[in-house]
């Protein structure tokens, strides 16, 4: 026997056409599902009370897997096959993930998306992702005893289209349709903003286990708008495990330890982390794999001292995202605490003392995102009346193209609301041109190469004309779910040509393993090339730099027979740059450099000189 | 999704023939159960005069049942109230669902409103959909 819940008045759905729908909080560190029973948001807990899926799955020999609490107290035994945290490497390359040295994993480097080596194969952290998403599908068809109609999957606001697209991917793998993606800061205020229903302008901070957000929003009628957002894809509460490990290490003066310690450290680390929220000291002890005690007390001024870095690194993107929204902290009516490692008492001070206020934390920090989540699930599944709030979202970085001279022209600018569109005209520029190449970028810095690029189409058979004649429209169009698909239009003919902006790593699927087979066979060729390229735009710097230098001051401060041997020194890393030998280019670099030592103290003397010739000794202020 | 997932009642697994299908009790009433649940679903909602019962004509087996929030009554409507909340049934749907308890109950992981309806003589095997 089916068991019914009261719906809204005039929404009683037919026998058998339920539409159960959840929010999913896929976090860093812990997953939870949530859903709209009764009218009420609640989070879904596992057959043991649970509400908290860590979000760590281990790989066994076999193909099967372990997801959640089982895996990650086991995860000391099994380091390189339990995978923590695999949100921080969603949509990215092995050169985004700083800390990839210090982490237990093989990474295999891949276009797009780094992957790691399990003992039951190699796992992208989709597929790890998706493990966990399975798990809490499971449980949510469980305990609503029926199919899911669809899930509200939430990201942190700073994930770009790669990061957001793995996340749909993942979804997809774990056969659940994604009503749509939200932005964890919006989540929460939709879990607040329902509840408490006052007007105004909210920040919203979130501290999860890998990430750091904070949102400004804006409340009115019930209706939100994300006026700006910024953060830190690479800072959370495992950061604050980290400084703890480090620290045991000091004191214990260990450089290093094995994996399995290491794994075994970074729980103890996080227990005294947790134990410091309501006690004053917490005393750490454990047992090396070299039998070596660790015992060692901390005291919460002791944690604040290691922690006072990492809580500042977090207001600086509370002062940028007030300032990109045009606003003072002053303006700020309350301030929403997300995120578990928000419950750190020097944070919540920290923040309180920015902002000038208590920060809220009435509902739990841990389920505020699932719970918003779970109530935007249950409107866009069609169990609420839609216009009784409407949700605005914003581009977390500015969408453009490249045009000449490798500089990029922005189309739609970050923290505009979506659903967007915007339109710009280009033209040919030179005359009977008959294509034009269009490569889609993201990001807010000024040149191609410093962005990201997302992807490149042309259009072709545009008419001959002269340079200028042609007008071509190119449309940029951001859906719900932030993601993006450009259209180039010539107006005269009427010619089209379209790209889905599959961002760098969302390609088809037979895409993805032709492009993986090849990087497994050119993998030692992309490292090397790599190499290459920046040993030599480092000589290129450098003969710049003194050819430069003798060009100004080569004359007054060299005799003849060192600036020749100066300029020897120039020509051979010139002649080495033509080849493509990385060693040799280096021992000529260091040659240079070590030839113009004496030139360059010469100059710092000179220019010192200058500075100080005509002021008194005590006008310098030595 | 849809009707098709379940067909027309068969065998024993639909043998959910309940009670005399002819009563002379022609109220719905809740179990305490289900008023406490009520109750506080209402007051977390924050409105609601209380709920409204129905029957529509739909699904598989012929008719299904309605539960939803009553924001307004309709003047036709008969009111009954159970352990202090109100429940409000419109004179047609009475006819199928008179002498019903409304219970709440958990089965496992999964919790909800169950129709006690002693005029039941069929229902399709998840009892989603029934008839009289």
């Given at each position: 026997?089916?068991?019914?819940?009261?719906?809204?008045?005039?929404?009683?759905?037919?026998?058998?056409?339920?539409?159960?729908?959840?929010?999913?909080d896929l976090g860093t560190t812990n997953s939870l599902?949530?859903?709209?029973?009764?009218?009420?948001?609640?989070?879904?807990?596992?057959?043991?009370?649970?509400?908290l899926?860590p979000s760590?799955?281990?790989?066994?020999?076999?193909?099967?897997?372990?997801?959640?609490?089982?895996?990650?107290?086991?995860?000391?035994?099994?380091?390189?096959?339990?995978?923590?945290s695999?949100k921080r490497?969603?949509?990215?390359?092995?050169?985004?993930?700083?800390?990839?040295?210090?982490?237990?994993?093989?990474?295999?480097?891949?276009?797009?998306?780094?992957?790691?080596?399990?003992?039951?194969?190699?796992?992208?952290?989709?597929?790890?992702?998706?493990?966990?998403?399975?798990?809490?599908?499971?449980?949510?068809?469980?305990?609503?005893?029926?199919?899911?109609?669809?899930?509200?999957?939430t990201v942190p606001a700073y994930f770009?289209?790669?990061?957001?697209?793995?996340?749909?991917?993942?979804?997809?793998?774990?056969?659940?349709?994604?009503?749509?993606?939200?932005n964890e800061p919006?989540a929460a205020?939709?879990?607040?903003?329902?509840?408490?229903?006052?007007?105004?302008?909210?920040?919203v901070y979130d501290l999860g286990g890998g990430t750091f957000d904070v949102s400004?929003?804006?409340?009115?009628?019930?209706?939100?708008?994300?006026?700006?957002?910024?953060g830190d894809s690479a800072l959370g509460g495992d950061d604050f495990d980290?400084?703890?490990?480090?620290?045991?290490?000091?004191?214990?003066?260990?450089?290093?330890?094995?994996?399995?310690?290491?794994?075994?450290?970074?729980?103890?680390?996080r227990?005294?982390?947790?134990?410091?929220?309501?006690?004053?000291?917490?005393?750490?002890?454990?047992?090396?794999?070299?039998?070596?005690?660790?015992?060692?007390?901390?005291?919460?001024?002791?944690?604040?001292?290691?922690?006072?870095?990492l809580?500042?690194?977090t207001?600086?993107?509370?002062?940028?995202?007030?300032?990109?929204?045009?606003?003072?902290?002053?303006?700020?009516?309350?301030?929403v605490m997300v995120g578990g490692s928000t419950r750190v008492?020097?944070i919540?001070?920290?923040?309180?003392?920015?902002?000038?206020?208590?920060?809220?934390?009435?509902?739990d920090p841990d389920k505020v995102v699932a719970?918003?989540?779970?109530?935007?699930?249950?409107?866009?599944?069609?169990?609420?009346?839609?216009?009784?709030?409407?949700?605005?979202?914003?581009?977390?970085?500015?969408?453009?193209?490249?045009?000449?001279?490798?500089?990029?022209?922005?189309?739609?600018?970050?923290?505009?609301?979506?659903?967007?569109?915007?339109?710009?005209?280009?033209?040919?520029?030179?005359?009977?041109?008959?294509?034009?190449?269009?490569?889609?970028?993201?990001?807010?810095?000024?040149?191609?190469?410093?962005?990201?690029?997302?992807?490149?189409?042309?259009?072709?058979?545009?008419?001959?004309?002269?340079?200028?004649?042609?007008?071509?429209?190119?449309?940029?169009?951001?859906?719900?779910?932030?993601?993006?698909?450009?259209?180039?239009?010539?107006?005269?003919?009427?010619?089209?040509?379209?790209?889905?902006?599959?961002?760098?790593?969302?390609?088809?699927?037979?895409?993805?393993?032709?492009?993986?087979?090849?990087?497994?066979?050119?993998?030692?060729?992309?490292?090397?090339?790599?190499?290459?390229?920046?040993?030599?735009?480092?000589?290129?710097?450098?003969?710049?730099?003194?050819?430069?230098?003798?060009?100004?001051?080569?004359?007054?401060?060299?005799?003849?027979?060192?600036?020749?041997?100066?300029?020897?020194?120039?020509?051979?890393?010139?002649?080495?740059?033509?080849?493509?030998?990385?060693?040799?280019?280096?021992?000529?670099?260091?040659?240079?450099?070590?030839?113009?030592?004496?030139?360059?103290?010469?100059?710092?003397?000179?220019?010192?000189?200058?500075?100080?010739?005509?002021?008194?000794?005590?006008?310098?202020?030595? | 999704?849809?009707?098709?997932?379940?067909?027309?009642?068969?065998?024993?697994?639909?043998?959910?023939?309940?009670?005399?299908?002819?009563?002379?009790?022609?109220?719905?009433?809740?179990?305490?159960?289900?008023?406490?649940?009520?109750?506080?679903?209402?007051?977390?909602?924050?409105?609601?005069?209380?709920?409204?019962?129905?029957?529509?004509?739909?699904?598989?087996?012929?008719?299904?049942?309605?539960?939803?929030?009553?924001?307004?009554?309709?003047?036709?409507?008969?009111?009954?109230?159970?352990?202090?909340?109100?429940?409000?049934?419109?004179?047609?749907?009475?006819?199928?669902?008179?002498?019903?308890?409304?219970?709440?109950?958990?089965?496992?992981?999964?919790?909800?409103?169950?129709?006690?309806?002693?005029?039941?003589?069929?229902?399709?095997?998840?009892?989603?959909?029934?008839?009289?």
């Amino acid at each position: 026997m089916a068991l019914l819940q009261i719906a809204e008045p005039g929404l009683s759905t037919a026998p058998h056409q339920h539409r159960l729908a959840v929010g999913i909080d896929l976090g860093t560190t812990n997953s939870l599902v949530a859903t709209v029973r009764n009218g009420i948001s609640v989070v879904l807990n596992d057959e043991h009370g649970r509400p908290l899926l860590p979000s760590v799955v281990r790989y066994h020999p076999d193909g099967s897997t372990t997801v959640g609490c089982e895996a990650q107290s086991r995860a000391s035994e099994d380091p390189h096959n339990t995978i923590i945290s695999a949100k921080r490497f969603m949509g990215r390359g092995i050169k985004d993930i700083p800390d990839a040295a210090t982490l237990p994993y093989h990474f295999v480097d891949a276009p797009g998306m780094v992957q790691i080596k399990t003992v039951a194969g190699v796992k992208s952290p989709v597929e790890v992702s998706a493990e966990v998403l399975k798990v809490l599908k499971d449980r949510a068809e469980i305990a609503l005893g029926g199919e899911l109609t669809g899930a509200v999957i939430t990201v942190p606001a700073y994930f770009d289209d790669a990061q957001r697209q793995a996340t749909k991917d993942a979804a997809r793998l774990a056969g659940l349709s994604v009503l749509r993606l939200l932005n964890e800061p919006t989540a929460a205020a939709i879990a607040y903003g329902l509840d408490n229903a006052s007007e105004g302008i909210y920040a919203v901070y979130d501290l999860g286990g890998g990430t750091f957000d904070v949102s400004i929003l804006k409340l009115t009628k019930g209706v939100f708008e994300v006026l700006s957002t910024n953060g830190d894809s690479a800072l959370g509460g495992d950061d604050f495990d980290r400084r703890i490990y480090c620290w045991m290490l000091d004191e214990s003066a260990l450089h290093t330890v094995g994996d399995h310690d290491k794994a075994m450290l970074m729980a103890k680390a996080r227990e005294a982390k947790e134990h410091l929220t309501d006690h004053p000291e917490v005393q750490i002890t454990a047992v090396l794999a070299t039998g070596q005690l660790i015992d060692f007390k901390l005291t919460e001024a002791k944690f604040n001292e290691l922690a006072v870095s990492l809580v500042n690194k977090t207001l600086a993107p509370c002062r940028k995202a007030l300032r990109d929204a045009g606003l003072q902290t002053g303006d700020i009516k309350g301030v929403v605490m997300v995120g578990g490692s928000t419950r750190v008492p020097r944070i919540q001070a920290a923040v309180g003392e920015f902002f000038g206020q208590t920060p809220l934390t009435n509902l739990d920090p841990d389920k505020v995102v699932a719970l918003g989540a779970a109530i935007q699930a249950n409107v866009l599944a069609g169990n609420k009346r839609e216009d009784d709030w409407l949700l605005l979202d914003v581009v977390p970085l500015s969408l453009g193209l490249e045009t000449m001279g490798g500089l990029v022209e922005k189309v739609i600018p970050r923290n505009s609301t979506i659903p967007v569109a915007r339109g710009q005209d280009f033209t040919t520029y030179k005359d009977g041109q008959t294509a034009m190449s269009i490569h889609v970028l993201q990001g807010e810095r000024e040149l191609v190469s410093d962005c990201r690029s997302l992807a490149r189409f042309a259009l072709r058979g545009i008419p001959p004309m002269v340079a200028g004649a042609a007008r071509i429209r190119v449309t940029f169009q951001v859906d719900a779910d932030g993601l993006l698909s450009v259209t180039a239009r010539e107006t005269g003919t009427g010619i089209e040509s379209h790209i889905e902006v599959k961002p760098s790593y969302g390609l088809s699927d037979d895409e993805v393993a032709r492009m993986l087979q090849e990087s497994y066979a050119h993998a030692r060729e992309d490292v090397d090339a790599r190499q290459l390229a920046e040993i030599k735009v480092d000589a290129q710097r450098l003969i710049d730099a003194s050819v430069a230098a003798l060009a100004e001051d080569g004359a007054a401060l060299l005799q003849a027979d060192e600036r020749a041997a100066v300029e020897a020194l120039i020509t051979n890393l010139d002649s080495q740059l033509q080849g493509h030998d990385p060693a040799a280019i280096k021992r000529a670099t260091e040659a240079l450099n070590r030839g113009t030592a004496e030139f360059a103290a010469r100059r710092m003397d000179a220019s010192v000189k200058r500075a100080l010739a005509g002021h008194k000794i005590d006008e310098i202020g030595m | 999704m849809g009707a098709d997932t379940c067909s027309a009642p068969q065998g024993d697994a639909t043998e959910l023939t309940m009670g005399p299908a002819v009563t002379a009790d022609a109220s719905v009433t809740l179990s305490e159960r289900a008023a406490n649940h009520i109750r506080n679903f209402l007051a977390k909602r924050g409105s609601g005069l209380g709920i409204k019962l129905g029957v529509r004509t739909s699904g598989c087996s012929g008719m299904a049942y309605k539960l939803e929030f009553a924001d307004s009554v309709d003047p036709e409507d008969i009111q009954f109230e159970s352990f202090g909340v109100k429940v409000f049934v419109d004179p047609k749907s009475l006819s199928y669902l008179a002498g019903t308890e409304l219970d709440f109950v958990r089965e496992g992981l999964n919790e909800g409103f169950k129709f006690n309806n002693p005029n039941v003589k069929n229902a399709c095997g998840c009892g989603e959909s029934f008839n009289v």
